[in-house]
């Protein structure tokens, strides 16, 4: 099987939603919600995706010759490449019932763990979403990094105590979640969140905690006197808010105001090895891809995910090579034309 393989049998297992697009940029899905689009006119995706794509790279291939070294360690744990798995619950829903939440984290924290990179998993209504991605951690010997919703908070504790069991590595929580209306629908709302209750929850656990859904330095500060870890730059893919900016867009000034003081990681529209080396360039510390592993489990089980990361070690690799780079801590902004600044 190769790459090309997965992307043919995705389309076959994928379900009507998802159309499996060569480029995954959110137009053929726009507003598809269950399913993998973004809300309303999918602005919050596209956007995402027509940005990165904008961004050109500074080539400098006169170099002395030296080892490319693509890994990233944190966590006390050194991965192949600077990239999570971005969490996808309820996957039925999204996509097709070929696969239910257990089986689909299975094959991608086994796909994850062949590749050498962590995955984070997802959470919804249905506690199956929950306890399926656990026991698929827990199968693994703790390898992933659960992410809980805002529910109340005595909710998400609860569900950290029981995570905590089964991980070696963080927990997480997708605060802009609360833009998922629909939970309330099905039975369980979400809602936001104050400085005071995630200050609780990030202090309810020993292991780090990340926070996943700030698009603002205003709310970059908060989370940072909340205490927690590590944030994630992301407008959950367009799938919250429609008209978010990119969260390229922000991600500099965010950076800027708490950079030194935690982990910031960004998502939505990575698809390439280049776009990582991008978003990395641009000041974030790893990067998380979330729709092309569905992609890649419907299409290939496990070996699709890993044969999915192995195309972007290439293209990572490359991208290092043609810049002149020889680690991810050399990747510097000046490694774009321009800055990175979009005109
Ligand atoms: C079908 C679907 C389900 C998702 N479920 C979750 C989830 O349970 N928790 C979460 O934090 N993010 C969830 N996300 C958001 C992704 O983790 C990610 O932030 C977003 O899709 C942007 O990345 P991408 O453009 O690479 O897909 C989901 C996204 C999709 C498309």
């Not at 297992?13 to 159309?19: A, L, S, V």
């Not at 744990?77 to 257990?102: R, W």
């Not at 890649?296 to 070690?313: A, C, W």
Request: glycine fraction near 12%.
């Amino acid at each position: 099987m190769n790459y090309n393989d997965v992307l043919i049998n995705a389309k076959k297992n994928i379900g009507n939603h998802c159309k499996v697009c060569k480029n995954c940029n959110g137009i053929a899905c726009r507003g598809e919600i269950p399913g993998p689009g973004g809300k309303g006119t999918g602005s919050g995706f596209t956007r995402s995706f027509e940005y990165l794509s904008k961004i050109k790279v500074n080539m400098d291939t006169i170099n002395e010759k030296s080892k490319i070294d693509t890994s990233y360690e944190i966590f006390g744990h050194v991965f192949k490449l600077p990239l999570f798995a971005a969490p996808i619950g309820g996957v039925e829903l999204h996509y097709s019932n070929k696969y239910n939440d257990l089986t689909y984290s299975q094959a991608l924290i086994k796909g994850c763990k062949e590749g050498g990179i962590l995955p984070f998993t997802g959470d919804g209504v249905d506690e199956n979403v929950f306890t399926g991605t656990l026991e698929a951690i827990k199968n693994s010997g703790g390898f992933g990094v659960p992410t809980i919703k805002p529910w109340s908070v005595d909710e998400v504790i609860r569900k950290i105590k029981i995570a905590e069991k089964v991980t070696n590595f963080a927990i997480a929580m997708d605060i802009d979640a609360a833009g998922l209306f629909f939970l309330a629908e099905m039975g369980k709302p979400v809602s936001p969140m104050s400085v005071e209750d995630i200050k609780k929850i990030a202090n309810s656990t020993k292991l780090p905690f990340i926070l996943k859904g700030i698009m603002t330095v205003k709310g970059a500060l908060k989370a940072k006197e909340a205490g927690v870890d590590g944030i994630i730059v992301s407008n959950h893919g367009g799938r919250v808010l429609d008209h978010t900016p990119a969260p390229y867009e922000v991600l500099k000034d965010i950076v800027d105001a708490v950079g030194d003081d935690m982990y910031v990681f960004v998502d939505g529209a990575i698809r390439s090895g280049l776009d990582i080396f991008k978003a990395i360039a641009l000041g974030a510390d790893a990067v998380l891809i979330a729709r092309p592993f569905a992609t890649s489990v419907y299409g290939g089980d496990k070996e699709g995910v890993r044969l999915y990361i192995e195309k972007l070690e290439d293209e990572f690799k490359s991208a290092l090579v043609m810049t002149g780079t020889n680690s991810v801590k050399e990747i510097t902004k000046d490694k774009l034309f321009n800055n990175g600044e979009i005109n």
